[in-house]
C-alpha cells in the first residue's frame, strides 16, 4: 500500500513563525500535493507538484511556498504563520498517468497536520 | 471553473438501511471522479475511483455511478452499518495532473 506520511499530526506556533510541514511518499509517485481544509470551505488545494523541482499554485497559494528537492518528499513552507493559517493541512499523492490502470490515479493522503497558530 | 456539490450536508439513518449519497458538478468535461471518506480528525482515504469512460464502480457495499451529461455521481452504499459513520467527499478530476476539485461532504450518521 502506499503510505503517505506527514511529520507533525499536532503543532502550535506563533504569529510570525517559519513553519515547515513535511510529507514523505514511498511509492515513487510523480504527484504530490497540499491541501487544507477548513469547515463550511471543503479541502482547498495550495501547491501541487508534478516532479522534482516542479510546482504549480493551487487555488489558495498566498502566504505559502513549497519545495521539492527529492521525488519522495513535498514541504510546504509558511514564511509567517497567520492565525488564519489555522487549519488541518493535508498531503497527497498519485502516480503518473502513464502508468495506466486505475491506481495510478487515485490520489492518496496522510493522516493530516494540524496547525494553530496562536 | 468547475463545482462539485454535495447534498445533502448531513444524514442520519438506523443500521441496515440501503443510503444514496449524491455528488453534483458544473463541467462535464471532467477526467475522473473519485469517492473518499474521512473519518473526524483523519486523512481522507480513497473509496472508488470512476474515469470518465465508465459508468459505475463498485467494491463490497458500495456501488458508485457517474453520469456525465447530467453532471452527477452517486455513491450508494448497501446495508449500513455504524461503522460506515464517516464524512464522505467526492472529487472530480478535470485534467491528468491528478488535481482534484472537492464537494464539501456528506456527513453520515448510521444508529444502531
Redesign the interface.
Known sequence: DVK?TQSSRYLVKRTGEKVFLECVQDMDHE?M?W?RQDP????R?IY?S?DVKMK?K?DIPEGYSVSREKKERFSLILESASTNQTSMY?C?S??H?GQGA?GA????????S?LTVL | KQEVTQIPAALSVPEGENLVLNCSFTDSAIY?L?W?RQDP??????LL?I?SSQREQTSGRLNASLDKSSGRSTLYIAASQPGDSATY?C?V?SG?????I????TTLQVKP
Not at chain 1, 40 to 43: A, C, I, N, S
Not at chain 1, 105 to 112: I, K, M, S
Open positions: 503517505v504527484n500535493f491541501y463550511g470551505l471543503g479541502l488545494l501541487f508534478y504549480e493551487g493535508l497527497a498519485s502516480g498517468l486505475a490515479n487515485v490520489l492518496t493522503f496522510g493522516a493530516g494540524r | 475522473n473519485q473518499f480528525g483523519k486523512g481522507l482515504t480513497s475511483l474515469q467527499l472529487a478530476g491528468n495532473t491528478g488535481k482534484l472537492f464537494g464539501q461532504g
